[in-house]
Each structure stands twice: as C-alpha cells, then as structure tokens.
C-alpha cells in the first residue's frame, strides 16, 4: 500500500499563484517584486508598477491594483 500523505501530496498543485509588481521589463522577460519583498526574474511583460499574478516563472494575467494592509496577528 502506498504511503497516504504521499497519495494526498499528489493532489495538490506543486506551483502556487503569487501576486507580484513590475519593477522591470526587457521586451521577454520582467522583474518582479513579490509581497515578502524577494525579487524574481519571469517570463513576459507588462508596464513596470503594475500588479500582476505569477505561476511557474511566468505572468499569467494582470491583477487589479487595489489597496494592501499589512496586519500583524498575535
């Protein structure tokens, strides 16, 4: 019998959706920043500012620009 967690872990999607801002763009490729504030370079372009949703090393579509809070919970 196969190992339960590792039958549970195949159902789960490796590659999650971040929300991420422009900082650059080349014509291919862009610099995003990412809410921790860690920087990645991903596939495709937009205008530098703009919000957007990454998936796998690539932009997948743009998200909306609204306000963010940042709450600490204790």
């Known amino acids: 019998m196969a190992n339960l967690w590792k039958q549970f872990e195949s ?8 929300l991420a801002t422009i900082t650059a ?6 610099t995003v920043q990412l809410l ?3 920087t990645l370079k991903v ?5 530098p500012g703009s919000k957007v949703f990454i ?3 690539e932009i997948k579509q743009a998200a909306p620009n609204l306000t963010e ?4 919970l204790y």
Do not use: A, F, P, Y
């Not at 159902?11 to 959706?17: G, P, Q, R, Y």
């Not at 596939?43 to 205008?47: E, I, L, P, R």
């Not at 809070?69 to 600490?72: E, G, I, K, L, S």
């Open 43 to 47: 596939t495709g372009t937009g205008t």
């Open 69 to 72: 809070h940042t709450m600490t």
């Open 36 to 38: 921790s504030g860690d």
């Open 25 to 30: 763009t080349n014509g291919t490729t862009s």
């Open 11 to 18: 159902l789960i999607d490796k590659d999650v959706t971040q």
């Open 55 to 57: 998936k796998g090393g």
